[in-house]
């Protein structure tokens, strides 16, 4: 499993070999053990903004660089610290910063395409639907964009995705055959390095039953949705938890040309209704 790819991380590593400082000589100079530095380092603990900007302060950082350090150590934070009664735009910016600063992210969604996949015209079909967030067109437009933003950050800065969804999905129409054709022939034609989409068969003998959408960012953090709330999970137990269905789901599914394939099919019976 990856770990200490995220972007605090990474700077906390590279501070440190700049300082020429071992991991028990920085624990040592603000009282911690070793232990605690290196698990910082790693992300297998998250760091609270206090003590990343000791050890950014530590290691001689440039005060631009302690300021980066604390807005990352607390962006996870406060992410966790709120749930969302309905999707907004804030939440979608604050998703957006912390899958910014994740070097691996792991997407699992049961129900609809993943939402850096979708095109313009399935996200519409999404925010609008029966229960969605009521929005004003001035709010759909920003709600597209913000998303369509993320998708066009696919395959950029070394950062892996691997996004699984499930071939029942594929059938689920979203306004019509034409949107669902030129949807699924994005996915088909899709060719970006980092970035992996796998589809679980109809068929497929099932070992877990997820019934929700998450994404797991790096090992440190969980983005958990259901249709009223989304909230980021930091308790490393639960992101285990979670990482662990993902390879079990990650076993299950198809990539590649075989994925390629189930969209193909999938994209025939769409022709076939219009």
Same mark, same amino acid.
């Given at each position: =499993?990856?770990?200490?790819?995220?972007?605090?991380? %990474? #700077?906390?590593?590279?501070?440190?070999?700049? /300082?020429?400082?071992?991991?028990?000589?920085?624990?040592?100079?603000?009282?911690?053990?070793?232990?605690?530095?290196? %698990?910082?380092?790693?992300?297998?603990?998250?760091?609270?903004?206090?003590?990343?900007?000791?050890?950014?302060?530590?290691?001689?950082?440039?005060?631009?660089?302690?300021? +980066?350090?604390?807005?990352?150590?607390?962006?996870?934070? *406060?992410? /966790?610290? +709120?749930?969302?009664?309905?999707?907004?735009?804030?939440?979608?910016?604050?998703?957006? *910063?912390?899958?910014?600063?994740?070097?691996?992210?792991?997407?699992? /969604?049961?129900?609809?395409?993943?939402?850096?996949? &979708?095109? !313009?015209?399935?996200?519409?079909?999404?925010?609008?639907?029966?229960? /969605?967030?009521?929005?004003?067109?001035?709010?759909? *437009?920003?709600?597209?964009?913000? +998303?369509?933003?993320? +998708?066009?950050?696919?395959?950029?800065?070394?950062?892996?995705?691997?996004?699984?969804?499930?071939?029942?999905?594929?059938?689920? =129409?979203?306004?019509?055959?034409?949107?669902?054709?030129? &949807?699924?022939?994005?996915?088909?034609?899709?060719?970006?390095?980092?970035? %992996?989409?796998?589809?679980?068969?109809?068929?497929? %003998?099932?070992?877990?039953?997820?019934?929700?959408?998450?994404?797991?960012?790096?090992?440190?953090?969980?983005?958990?949705?259901?249709?009223?709330? #989304?909230?980021?999970?930091?308790?490393?137990?639960?992101?285990?938890?979670?990482?662990?269905?993902?390879?079990?789901?990650?076993?299950?599914? =198809?990539?590649?040309?075989?994925?390629?394939?189930?969209?193909?099919? !999938?994209?025939?019976?769409?022709?076939?209704? #219009?």
């Amino acid at each position: =499993m990856t770990t200490g790819g995220d972007e605090l991380s %990474r #700077t906390l590593r590279r501070l440190r070999d700049a /300082s020429g400082m071992s991991t028990r000589q920085a624990g040592s100079s603000l009282g911690w053990s070793q232990a605690k530095v290196s %698990r910082l380092e790693t992300g297998r603990n998250l760091s609270s903004p206090d003590d990343a900007v000791a050890l950014a302060r530590v290691y001689g950082a440039d005060p631009e660089t302690v300021a +980066r350090v604390a807005e990352l150590a607390g962006e996870v934070k *406060a992410f /966790s610290r +709120r749930a969302y009664l309905n999707p907004t735009a804030e939440a979608q910016k604050r998703l957006a *910063a912390v899958e910014k600063s994740s070097a691996r992210i792991r997407t699992y /969604s049961p129900a609809v395409i993943p939402g850096v996949l &979708q095109t !313009a015209d399935y996200m519409r079909a999404i925010f609008t639907a029966p229960g /969605s967030k009521p929005r004003t067109p001035e709010q759909l *437009a920003e709600a597209i964009e913000l +998303r369509l933003s993320r +998708r066009a950050a696919l395959g950029q800065d070394g950062q892996e995705f691997t996004l699984i969804t499930t071939e029942g999905v594929l059938g689920w =129409m979203a306004t019509s055959p034409r949107v669902m054709i030129d &949807q699924l022939e994005r996915i088909s034609g899709l060719d970006l390095p980092g970035v %992996r989409v796998g589809i679980i068969p109809w068929g497929t %003998r099932a070992r877990v039953f997820p019934l929700h959408t998450w994404d797991v960012y790096d090992s440190r953090a969980v983005a958990v949705g259901t249709a009223t709330a #989304t909230a980021l999970l930091t308790n490393l137990r639960e992101v285990a938890i979670y990482s662990a269905l993902f390879d079990q789901l990650e076993h299950m599914a =198809m990539f590649g040309e075989a994925c390629r394939e189930i969209l193909t099919r !999938a994209v025939h019976r769409y022709r076939e209704l #219009t």
